[in-house]
């Protein structure tokens, strides 16, 4: 089949969840012999833009250098260059691109949106991007053929919400032992640290995390991975919350620094709530990494018993003093967090995908999608956090949830 994939900043995987989904899955369907196109966003200083990828095909357009118009633009590119060069399915990833899905709909051309997570709730959208994105929700729903959704909880939202069925596709979590050697250059020891990975963004509650951790009497220093592309007064913040026992490393984009990150750490500390299945937490569990995370519906989904929860900085303090008391727990919890790994399977995954894919070629969806109109309306509001929700991994979410071999609990 020839198969699309738009909407995201394209590959190599460089950025965040979008993008290593695409990689990975475009990578084994183009294995199989599918011919898989996949459209990536041009940067500033990009020195060379690869027509092939992992046996993909590549298109390089470029994007408005503005935060709220830079997803939509490339997007509205890459919808008019398949028009003119026709597929049999196409991905589009991020709901925020769906008020361009009547173009493809018009065209014939059968689509499935990747509607991501609950990308209203982001405290880093003020009220008139709250708006726009709840608006594409309804679009996404109300205009493509299909809906995917990476977690359980984005299912039931969608269900609750609009009454409309999502296939639920999961992420991959790689099962990886990859050594220690790179430490050394970072100044650290194999189980002598904590770990944060995430971009400072409110809803990551990395925030928290630091305050949370300065407030302890932990003697294992919290050792923190990443930044704000968009917000230096949050990153000041969260600054301003550490003493002297927090390092901030930054951005670390060698992959195998970073596996060793998650794969020595004596905790791995994980804020985000809003997002869905997170690829960072999916790394950590499969790097067999003790899991202490924000307590959300998401969370526990991936991490279940495995993990401990918080909801606020006395709850990391207390949690991060307890791990250190206990060594023996920890280990136990980084040995059940890597079996929990092997619930989400990238080849699984792919076959999820390629079932969609077949099936929208074959036209094999309901002609009559719901309406897009909410059945539980309410305004937009600031950040809120979905309700922990504790239950196990393997329970199913609903009758209205297609499950294609791809889609892991």
Known sequence: MRIAML??????????GFETAVEEVGRRLADRGHRVVVYCRTERGDAARPGRHLGMELVHLPAARKRALETLSHSALSVGHLL???????????????????????????????????????????????????????LAVRWSDALIADAVGIADYYRHEFGAPTTLLTYGAPLIEPGSDRLAELGLE?????????????????????????????????????????SDEYTARVHAAADGRVRFLGGVWDQVQLDQLY??????LHGHSVGGTNPSLLRAIGAGAAVLA????????????????????????????AAEAEPRRIRSAGRRARELAANYDWDAVATGYEKLAQALARRDFPTRRPSGRRMHPTAPAPLRIPEPRPRPVAEAADASVIRFPGAQQ
């Open 84 to 138: 003119a060069h026709r597929t049999d399915a196409a991905f589009v990833f991020n709901a925020a691109n769906s008020p361009l899905l009547p173009m493809l709909r018009a065209a014939r051309i059968p689509v499935a949106t990747h509607v991501d997570g609950l990308e209203w709730k982001r405290a880093k959208w003020g009220p008139v991007g709250q708006r726009y994105y709840r608006g594409a929700e309804s």
């Open 7 to 16: 909407g995201t900043r394209g590959v190599p995987a460089r950025y965040g």
């Open 190 to 230: 194999p189980g002598q640290y904590h770990l944060v990975v995430a971009r400072f963004e409110p809803e990551n509650h990395v925030e928290l995390i630091v305050d949370g951790y300065a407030r302890s009497s932990a003697t294992k220093p919290l050792v923190v991975v990443g930044s704000a592309p968009y």
């Open 294 to 321: 924000f307590d959300c519906d998401f969370n526990r989904e991936v991490v279940a018993e495995a993990g401990r929860y918080f909801g606020s900085p006395a709850d990391v303090a207390a949690l991060v003093e």
């Open 263 to 268: 794969a020595n750490s004596y905790t791995y």
